[in-house]
């Protein structure tokens, strides 16, 4: 069975930094694209970062650009996002997914939570002001 699972969630003071991981297992995601979204209370759930089928781009919201680094570990099956200078706003339940290989498709389906086959549980991240 195939399992995403994520942690390093936490409460941090604006300004800190977090690393989340996800480590998956049930199957080999080296050829899969990863992505983490968040979602806050009352909000839709909103494309953070995200890693092509390809392994060639990493792509990232345009509200995380310069504090967030998405990085990958095949050898660990495992994704990380180092969060920095974070914000309250950053505060969200954070999300780990993976999507099977759609060779020829743009990119930009790498923001839309539809194209993913598989999700984690969340970690929650509370950041104080």
């Known amino acids: 069975q195939v399992q995403l699972v994520e942690s390093g969630g936490g409460l941090v003071q604006a300004g800190g930094s977090l690393r989340l991981s996800c480590a998956a297992s049930?199957?080999?995601?080296?050829?899969?694209?990863m992505g983490w979204f968040r979602q806050a209370p009352g909000k839709e759930r909103e494309f953070v970062a995200a890693?092509?089928?390809?392994?060639?781009?990493?792509y990232y919201g345009d509200s995380v650009k310069g504090r967030f680094t998405f990085s990958r570990d095949n050898t660990k099956n495992t994704v990380y996002l180092q969060m920095t200078s974070l914000k309250p706003e950053d505060t969200a339940v954070y999300y780990c997914?993976?999507?099977?290989?759609?060779?020829?498709?743009?990119?930009?389906?790498?923001?839309?939570?539809?194209?993913?086959?598989?999700w984690g549980q969340g970690t929650q991240v509370t950041v104080s002001s």
């Open positions: 890693i092509s089928w390809s392994g060639g781009r990493i």
């Open positions: 049930g199957r080999t995601f080296s050829n899969y694209a």
């Open positions: 997914a993976a999507g099977r290989p759609a060779v020829g498709a743009h990119e930009d389906l790498l923001t839309v939570t539809g194209y993913y086959d598989y």
